[in-house]
């Protein structure tokens, strides 16, 4: 028993083909077959090109010109656009399953930043609703060439992947959304940082940054803590929302304390130092940028403020002289600890316990 199986060709026949065989055997111009069917030449171009939709009436007048019934040249039209729909459907298809390899689909869904899909479509559209895009092409405008222009450091060895800090930073702008901040003092921001400073020494995440984000909230800076998915090697981002509101978006890299706050006042240094139409990104590595180097003395003179300096470069290996120390700038052992790793004072291996650790929590 044979089986039928329904022929569907990868391209499409427009009516207006069948047309210019019928001219060219008659040897008719396309002037001469404007006349007859009562159009202008351009609308009859466009005819000929599909681009222009067949209707009842221009196959009436068809029937009359080249002699085919008009039922024939509307069901003509009928494959025609069926052809063309069903190729840009595989079009889009092709196209949205390429994009759902540039981002963290799994991540997205484990996290819940998207809700949980089985088909391709419904995953495709669930991505486009999470980036707030009509399509793929929109989603490449605002994210492709946003990730263009941005300072973003990082190994070359250790690549980030577009698609996936794209991701980490609309994550970070919806849940930036749910803060409510003042508007944006630098006045105000920078007076507070010497305060912020003192949260170091608190042990309890769930303590320090609920503060930390109701202070900075307090200058129109919204602070989003939130874990990189896979193919996201940032540690932390600074971008304008608006002329009012800024985002500070740190995602708890590397687990550590020192890394943490530095990062942190790295990134309040270009809300405070540099344009705020640019969008920063920290990676794991950072090139010797003019900006990149302003944030980082900006975030060790507010650790360690400058009338302490000496006595920072005084210290060895003594724990105790260190937690003494930590004591009088205000900050936490582990800071210190940083900044002389930092500096070279000390190993980058050495008096890594003085230094607080954290986990994520399961999702």
């Known amino acids: 028993m044979s089986e039928e199986i329904e022929f569907q060709p990868d391209w499409v026949s427009a009516p207006g083909e069948t047309i210019a065989d019928i001219l060219n055997e008659r040897a008719l111009s396309l002037a001469d077959f404007a006349r007859h069917i009562g159009h202008t030449l351009a609308h009859a171009e466009e005819l000929l090109s599909g681009r222009a939709p067949l209707t009842m009436e221009i196959a009436r007048q068809l029937e009359s010109a080249l002699g085919a019934s008009a039922a024939f040249w509307i069901t003509r039209e009928s494959q025609y656009r069926e052809d063309l729909a069903r190729l840009q459907h595989f079009a889009c298809a092709e196209t949205d399953v390429n994009w759902l390899r540039e981002i963290p689909l799994k991540e997205m869904t484990k996290f819940g930043w998207i809700e949980s899909a089985s088909g391709l479509a419904d995953q495709a559209a669930a991505c486009l609703r999470f980036f707030g895009v009509q399509d793929v092409r929109a989603w490449r405008k605002a994210y492709a060439n946003l990730l263009e222009t941005a300072t973003f450091r990082t190994s070359p060895s250790l690549e980030s992947l ?35 400073r003192g949260l170091t020494r608190q042990k309890n995440p769930s303590i320090f940054i609920p503060e930390l984000t109701k202070r900075c909230a307090e200058c129109g800076v919204a602070v989003v803590i939130l874990r990189t998915p896979s193919g996201c090697r940032a540690s932390g981002a600074t971008r304008f929302l608006s002329a009012e509101r800024a985002l500070l978006l ?30 920063f990104l920290e990676g794991a590595e950072m090139a010797p940028t003019k900006e990149e180097e302003e944030a980082n003395r900006f975030a060790a003179r507010v650790l360690i403020p400058s009338e302490f300096q000496a006595a920072l470069l005084s210290l060895g290996l003594d724990a105790h002289e260190i937690m003494r120390f930590a004591r009088l700038v205000g900050v936490s052992p582990g800071i210190v600890v940083g900044q002389l790793q930092h500096l070279d004072r000390i190993k980058h291996h050495q008096l890594n316990s003085l230094k607080r650790r954290f986990r994520w929590r399961n999702h």
């Open 250 to 279: 740190l995602s708890f890299r590397y687990l550590s304390e020192d890394h943490f706050w530095f990062t942190f006042f790295h990134e309040a240094g270009h809300l405070l130092l540099h344009s705020k139409d640019a969008l």
């Open 162 to 196: 577009p698609g996936a800090v794209a991701a980490w930073l609309r994550q970070g702008e919806i849940m930036s959304a749910s803060i409510e901040c003042k508007p944006w003092i630098p006045k105000v921001f920078k007076n507070l940082l010497p305060s912020i």
